[in-house]
């Protein structure tokens, strides 16, 4: 689906045009109406980075409409030397590289956040997108069924599947593949989500080296919740859709298994 994007305020304000109406009936019509509009912090794990929740009115008087704005200040020079010696690829700087990526899943009709608007001057950047409400992240649905409800379980991880392959398809990379970050909404079916995209990687920055860390980052997550013959499964439908073979590609599962290891290791 191709999101309409208008331009506004000198071009420092993007905005997906679904939610223009809503973003100008609460008066947030410029790059510092957004930034600086106040907001429940809900996540502030770094310095230059920031979530906040706001509800915004809605001009039909219906129920308040939850957002959340994600906030970047310019990072510090120490962090862009370590992306740059660790060949970390970054289109664009602060919300920009996220906004491009949720834009582009849309576009691949792969299931992410909706956008609503997107800011940038002077190095600081914003993102404001539409609150994802009732869902239960995929790593607890999994503990839920504690092994069991096997067609409820497989279900879901063919979903998961399709949208690892359908990003790999398209030379995608999330870099942050974790259960975690996949919201379920049981109300739709058990729908996917995946949240936070700022650090997607693009095009013809995509290599074996993106795939194996976004699927090994998803071994890692599942780590218990799933059986051996879940695995199977999810190789079985990732095979199918992303024109790579892993059941007979011993050297590419036994970097997968080792990557995820690591992360193991590391944590």
């Given amino acids: 689906m191709q999101i309409k994007v208008e331009h506004k305020d000198g071009d ?42 706001v509800f915004l009115k809605s001009p039909e008087g219906a129920a308040l409409t939850e957002a959340y704005i994600k906030r970047y200040r310019p990072e510090p020079f120490m962090s862009r030397l370590k992306n740059i010696l660790s060949l970390r690829p970054c289109r664009f700087p602060g919300a920009m590289n996220e906004w491009e990526a949720i834009l582009e899943f849309h576009r691949r009709s792969l299931p992410t956040m909706q956008p609503m608007a997107c800011g940038a001057s002077a190095g600081n950047s914003f993102i404001l997108s539409l609150g994802i409400t009732d869902y239960i992240r995929a790593s607890d649905l999994f503990a839920k069924f504690a092994g069991g409800d096997r067609v409820r379980r497989r279900k879901l991880i063919r979903r998961i599947a399709e949208l690892a392959a359908g990003m790999h398809l398209a030379k995608m990379a999330h870099q942050d593949f974790y259960l975690v970050h996949m919201f379920i909404r049981e109300k739709e079916d058990d729908r996917v989500f995946l949240i936070d995209l700022q650090r997607v990687i693009f095009g013809e920055s995509f290599s074996e080296r993106w795939r194996v860390k976004d699927l090994a980052q998803l071994l890692f997550s599942a780590g218990n919740l799933v059986s051996r013959t879940d695995i199977l499964y999810f190789w079985r439908i990732y095979t199918d859709m992303a024109d790579v073979e892993l059941y007979g590609n011993g050297s590419l599962t036994k970097r997968i298994f080792r990557k995820a290891a690591r992360i193991r290791r590391h944590e």
Avoid: Q, Y
């Fill in 12 to 53: 420092r304000l993007l905005v997906n045009a679904d939610f223009a109406n809503i973003l100008e009936f609460n008066g947030l019509r410029s790059f510092e109406d957004l930034w600086d509009m106040p907001v429940e912090s809900v996540k502030s794990v770094l310095r230059e980075r920031g979530t906040g929740r």
